[in-house]
């Protein structure tokens, strides 16, 4: 499984940006996603999750409510969009896919990884 995230780029503080991940086959339907981050000097931090089909969901206290995670099956894409965004988001933000069809927080339970799209938000 190969996975493309897209839509990381430069923005003010208070916008948006919506980021997508496609996964290179239909399966990926039977498998929980995540985002993550990590910025630089950091440790990459567990961002979002969403499971096989959508009626679960979690967030890290520092996005909720500013971040929704969501996918698209039929497209093979999961999705993040990003409101309200703060200087403290910039970080480089990767897509994964879950071993399983759930998520979890820790990054060991994935076994697929996108390539990450830089994210920057000035202040």
């Known amino acids: 499984v190969q996975l493309q995230a897209s839509g990381g780029g430069l923005v003010q503080a208070g916008g948006s940006l919506r980021l997508s991940c496609e996964a290179s086959?239909?399966?990926?339907?039977?498998?929980?996603m995540g985002w993550f981050r990590q910025a630089p000097g950091k440790e990459r931090e567990f961002v979002s999750g969403?499971?096989?089909?959508?009626?679960?969901?979690d967030y890290a206290d520092s996005v909720k409510g500013r971040f929704t995670i969501s996918r698209d099956n039929a497209r093979s894409t999961v999705y993040l969009q990003m409101n309200s965004l703060k200087p403290e988001d910039t970080a480089v933000y990767y897509c994964?896919?879950?071993?399983?069809?759930?998520?979890?927080?820790?990054?060991?339970?994935?076994?697929?990884w996108g390539q990450g799209t830089q994210v920057t938000v000035s202040s």
């Open positions: 994964a896919a879950h071993r399983g069809a759930w998520f979890s927080q820790d990054p060991q339970g994935y076994r697929y």
């Open positions: 086959r239909r399966t990926f339907s039977n498998n929980g």
């Open positions: 969403i499971n096989w089909r959508s009626d679960s969901t």
